[in-house]
């Protein structure tokens, strides 16, 4: 098992950015693929960016290509999140998760560890 603690979010304006982390605690986390998802008010959770246990494999949902930003750092057990040009409709919470490279890590059942999430609002 592995425990996550993400940190990071709070309130920025449109057009600002946030990096968020994932610090892991556990000895499977750095051969095990992080996944970032989100979930806003009322909305069901969606697939933000998975990243492979050594980086070689990423995958970032369609509309947010280009503006996030997923990386990891093993040596620290630590994930990450760099969002930019943020927009209101980013505002959700976001909650990192650790579990297998399948189905291109789009799929939340297939994770295994989840945090407790950092809140991020966008305003206008």
């Known amino acids: 098992q592995v425990q996550l603690v993400e940190s990071g979010g709070g309130s920025v304006q449109t057009g600002g950015s946030l990096r968020l982390s994932c610090a892991a605690s556990g000895r499977t986390f750095n051969t095990r693929t992080m996944g970032w998802f989100r979930q806003a008010s009322g909305k069901e959770r969606e697939f933000v960016a998975a990243?492979?246990?050594?980086?070689?494999?990423?995958n970032y949902a369609e509309s947010l290509k280009g503006r996030f930003t997923i990386s990891r750092d093993n040596t620290k057990s630590t994930g990450y999140l760099q969002m930019n040009s943020l927009k209101p409709e980013d505002t959700a919470v976001y909650y990192c998760?650790?579990?297998?490279?399948?189905?291109?890590?789009?799929?939340?059942?297939?994770?295994?560890?989840w945090g407790q999430g950092t809140r991020v609002t966008v305003s206008s």
């Open positions: 998760a650790a579990g297998p490279w399948t189905r291109g890590a789009r799929d939340a059942s297939t994770y295994e560890d």
């Open positions: 990243i492979n246990w050594n980086g070689n494999l990423i």
